[in-house]
Nanobody, 125 residues
Framework: VQLQASGGGLVQAGGSLRLSCAAS????????MGWFRQASGKEREFVAT????????FYADSVKGRFTISRDNAKNTVYLQMNSLKPDDTAVYRC???????????????????WGPGTQVTVSS
């Protein structure tokens, strides 16, 4: 499956953005779809995942209650609604897909074998 993220930009602290990730070339509903981010000089970190076939959602503690991941299987698209943004949320965000993740490994980037190019999110203070 091929992935393309969009929706990044510059926003003030406290603001909102919605990222989209469009998928093509695979049975989208069977994929678990994740968002990861990497800030300059830091390691990539897990943000959120929504499992395929109605399997549930998972969030990093740092975004729980502020970010919401959702998917529209008819549009082959996964979304990340980001509210109450903080400067610490500044990073390149990438979407990823896997058909093989289990709950215990869903937060690890190595569980995902399809990645899209990133979209920059910058939150100013």
């Amino acid at each position: 499956v091929q992935l393309q993220a969009s929706g990044g930009g510059l926003v003030q602290a406290g603001g909102s953005l919605r990222l989209s990730c469009a998928a093509s070339g695979g049975a989208f509903r069977t994929y678990s779809m994740g968002w990861f981010r990497q800030a300059s000089g830091k390691e990539r970190e897990f943000v959120a995942t929504i499992k395929g076939n109605g399997g549930g959602t998972f969030y990093a503690d740092s975004v729980k209650g502020r970010f919401t991941i959702s998917r529209d299987n008819a549009k082959n698209t996964v979304y990340l609604q980001m509210n109450s943004l903080k400067p610490d949320d500044t990073a390149v965000y990438r979407c990823a897909a896997t058909r093989h993740a289990i709950n215990s490994s869903i937060r690890y980037s190595g569980s995902y074998n399809n990645w899209g190019p990133g979209t920059q999110v910058t939150v100013s203070s």
